[in-house]
């Protein structure tokens, strides 16, 4: 599958936004659901947001919803999270995935290629 490099992470105060980007190189990136996926410490990893493959369907989280927003450019083979109006509860790395299809709502589980991840904390 599509290789995946995350970046963008960093240190904010709360109520602040950062925006994270991912990479992809490899065949067929349009060809797969994008997501983001969150794990914090002492706690099992979580999905975040996802969008479709030509960026008709988006998917969040309801702890992010309204909050960040998912895009895509398959010209670019990008995929970004704009986090805004951020909590400490957002704490977490934050991982790049794709996945090649999921029943209704996307999980974990229906991704197969993952990135790195890049932490994201945030202070109150």
């Known amino acids: 599958q599509v290789q995946l490099v995350e970046s963008g992470g960093g240190l904010v105060q709360a109520g602040g936004s950062l925006r994270l980007s991912c990479a992809g190189s490899g065949r067929g990136f349009s060809t797969y659901t994008m997501g983001w996926l969150r794990q914090a410490p002492g706690k099992e990893r979580e999905f975040v947001a996802a969008?479709?493959?030509?960026?008709?369907?988006?998917y969040y989280a309801d702890s992010v919803k309204g909050r960040f927003t998912i895009a895509r450019d398959n010209a670019k083979n990008t995929v970004n999270l704009q986090m805004n109006s951020l909590k400490p509860e957002d704490t977490a790395v934050y991982s790049c995935?794709?996945?090649?299809?999921?029943?209704?709502?996307?999980?974990?589980?229906?991704?197969?290629?993952w990135g790195q991840g890049t932490q994201v904390t945030v202070s109150s």
């Open positions: 995935a794709a996945s090649s299809g999921f029943s209704i709502w996307p999980r974990p589980a229906d991704f197969g290629s």
């Open positions: 969008i479709s493959r030509y960026g008709t369907n988006t």
